[in-house]
């Protein structure tokens, strides 16, 4: 009965935890991009498991077609003739590819905060990628006893990111997933236009519109005017006027690496006039 016992909890740990390629029903994925800030970020590591059923309010990745087949994961907004309606929380449009539920790839199950970083060699013999989560660091390299190139074209992002990822995913179905980054003190989010970096207005396509944390003080303070440039922030009090010969100083904004207001220079003495004394006219 123990046996049976036993192969029973093996049986449901395959089930849950083993990939998709290899019979079990999870699989998992690298977040990119702002489309689910704040709460997934660039690099967060995502287990999503396939499902007989998707529901409205459900974050779920699918395989875009209409970008290779890259796997998308963004939250349903609608379901319609047997098509979904996908958006990104951070994102003001919804995908425009609405694929069936052939094309889902599952629902998310655990949602676990990471970063990394990949590394190649130039002649490729070495591959490797150094990754961390808020608890955990594991880094792991690729490669032949004796130097050789490993294949063409070898890279760390696409050899070792998913081992990696698998990996620290089969860590954490054995330990509670780390809550998200502690966000330092003096940070502020605001909502700016990606292209000109100003902030959110009617006239900015809300296409380009994203979620930017900065340090404080150092947050844009216009508000993008979409062709027509950038409007002036009436919510903040207008800078005090230029000084003569200088220019005009914004105690709003703080622009880092901005060159230094220049000072009026002093005028050199005229060498080309002398003064008269018209009482001793002998003397200059």
């Excluded at 395959?14 to 704040?38: D, E, H, R």
């Excluded at 700016?192 to 902030?199: E, F, I, K």
């Excluded at 003569?244 to 220049?262: E, K, L, M, S, Y």
Aim: aromatic share 10%.
């Amino acid at each position: 009965m123990k046996g049976f016992t036993t192969l029973v909890v093996l049986g449901a740990l395959w089930f849950f935890l083993a990939p998709s390629q290899l019979g079990g029903s999870s699989s998992y994925v690298i977040t990119y991009g702002t489309s689910m800030q704040p709460a997934y970020h660039a690099g967060d590591l995502a287990i999503v498991k396939s499902s007989s059923s998707y529901h409205v309010g459900e974050i779920v990745a699918y395989r875009n077609m209409q970008l290779g087949g890259h796997v998308v994961l963004h939250r349903i907004i609608g379901i319609a003739n047997g098509h979904y309606t996908f958006k990104g929380d951070n994102n003001n449009f919804v995908d425009s590819f609405r694929p069936s539920q052939s094309e889902l790839v599952g629902r998310l199950w655990v949602h676990i905060p990471a970063a990394g970083k990949t590394g190649t060699t130039n002649d490729g013999t070495d591959v490797w990628f150094i990754g961390y989560t808020p608890d955990l660091v594991t880094g792991i390299w690729m490669g032949f006893d004796r130097p050789q190139k490993i294949q063409s074209n070898a890279q760390g992002g696409r050899l070792v990111a998913p081992a990696w990822t698998s990996y620290m995913s089969e860590i954490y179905q054995r330990r509670p997933a780390p809550p998200d980054w502690p966000r330092p003190d003096g940070l502020v989010v605001r909502e700016v236009d990606r292209v000109t970096g100003l902030l959110r207005s009617p006239f900015c396509p809300d296409s380009d519109v994203v979620s930017e944390f900065y340090i404080e003080g150092t947050e844009p303070v216009q508000q993008c005017a979409g062709q027509f440039g950038a409007m002036t922030d009436t919510t903040r009090p207008a800078p005090p006027p230029a000084p003569f010969g200088g220019q005009p100083i914004d105690v709003n904004t703080v622009r880092p690496h901005a060159a230094p207001v220049p000072k009026p220079a002093t005028p050199a003495p005229d060498t080309a006039r002398t003064h008269f004394d018209p009482f001793h006219p002998g003397k200059p």
